[in-house]
């Protein structure tokens, strides 16, 4: 069976799908990118028995074909290749060969029906969203999500929706990001999901590029799925008890101090200069209506100062100066809202001024 694909064709799709497969593979298919070719359409899918995605792609080869082929070695050689090329498939039973130009190339192919599927969903929730809202939602969020933490349900973004709204959550136990938006969802009761980690990066990737403005979710008990024109990602869940986010909340608001974003944001990233990188700790002092930040290593120490206002109380704490940092970057007020209770152990709460829609809580450390 022959075939021809152009680069440009391949490509796109090709890239949209690799983010899923691994080095090191339990079935030595799952190296490899299943390819279809049917009414002048090309369809691109990996999996790696949790995650699978399918990309697609109008073409101009009339060819119908299937076949399967090892995805790292097939995107290295695309790369290297002009845009406009012409890539000629010989496809025999354990081998394909590319013909591009005067080079050739041999690669193993396996049975395509041998490629595996994850399983169709059953009584499945669909949600229609815009694809804008979702990616700032995850962006905004996800980078609070565990990353190998022994308990699974924190490695993962938590999805949490209703007949009116849909919050996203992520925690490593140390710090929890919220977002909220709300939006008809048209449910009969509540749902929640958690989506891992790799699924949330890769979902991440596919909203950045995504030309469409909305997406349909589907959620059943078992998987998460988008779906807009040209891709698909399913991916199975996290099972498991996502803990419960609003236990958290601060519930004593007497301390609000508010504080200019930007020079907050720029104190810290100064005082970060000379943060020691075994604790990541940085002290605040709340005092006479001034925040003064303090950070010291071995290489020195260093000091900066800023006005606040509606301070109620003195106080001392100290923060991981990175949680500080990522969050002041994700938010694009003016001025905040940093809720202080005061106590060791008390959370503190940061909102922007004139919007609640995401809300941060970073726990305090010692150092």
Do not use: W
Not at 351 to 356: G, L, Q
């Amino acid at each position: 069976m022959n075939t021809e694909l152009s680069v440009e064709e391949l490509l796109d799709p090709l890239q949209t799908v690799i983010g899923v497969v691994e080095k090191k593979q339990t079935l030595p298919i799952l190296s490899h990118v299943l390819i279809q070719l049917k009414e002048k359409k090309l369809t691109l899918t990996t999996t790696d028995m949790e995650l699978e995605i399918s990309a697609s792609s109008k073409i101009k080869s009339d060819s119908e074909v299937t076949f399967t082929i090892y995805a790292k070695d097939l995107i290295d050689i695309v790369r290297k290749l002009p845009e406009k090329t012409l890539i000629k498939f010989k496809i025999e039973e354990k081998k394909i060969y590319l013909n591009a130009n005067k080079n050739t190339f041999e690669l193993n192919t396996f049975d395509h029906l041998d490629f595996p599927a994850l399983p169709k969903t059953q009584n499945t929730s669909v949600i229609n969203i815009k694809q804008e809202l979702l990616k700032e939602l995850i962006e905004n969020t996800s980078f609070s999500m565990g990353n190998q933490d022994i308990r699974a349900y924190l490695n993962g973004l938590f999805f949490e929706l209703d007949q009116n709204s849909l919050t996203v959550v992520a925690t490593d136990g140390h710090r929890l990001s919220i977002g909220e938006v709300k939006q008809d969802n048209n449910l009969e009761e509540r749902k929640t999901v958690i989506l891992p980690r790799k699924a949330v990066l890769e979902l991440t990737k596919l909203l950045n590029k995504s030309s469409q403005s909305n997406a349909e979710i589907h959620l059943s008990d078992n998987y998460f799925s988008l779906i807009d024109v040209d891709t698909k990602i399913i991916s199975r869940l996290i099972d498991g008890n996502f803990p419960n986010y609003k236990q958290v909340m601060p519930t004593d608001f007497s301390n609000t101090i508010v504080i200019n974003r930007t020079d907050f944001l720029s104190s810290l990233q100064q005082a970060s200069i000379f943060v020691d990188e075994r604790t990541k700790g940085v002290k605040l002092v709340f005092r006479d209506d001034k925040l003064s930040i303090f950070s010291h290593s071995e290489r020195g120490r260093a000091e900066t100062q800023l006005e606040v206002t509606k301070q109620e109380k003195e106080l001392e704490i100290a923060f991981n100066i990175h949680y500080l940092i990522s969050v002041l970057e994700k938010l694009t007020t003016r001025e905040i809202n940093m809720v202080i209770p005061g106590g060791e152990n008390k959370s503190c709460l940061i909102s922007a001024t004139d919007d609640e829609s995401y809300q941060y809580i970073i726990m305090p450390m010692k150092i």
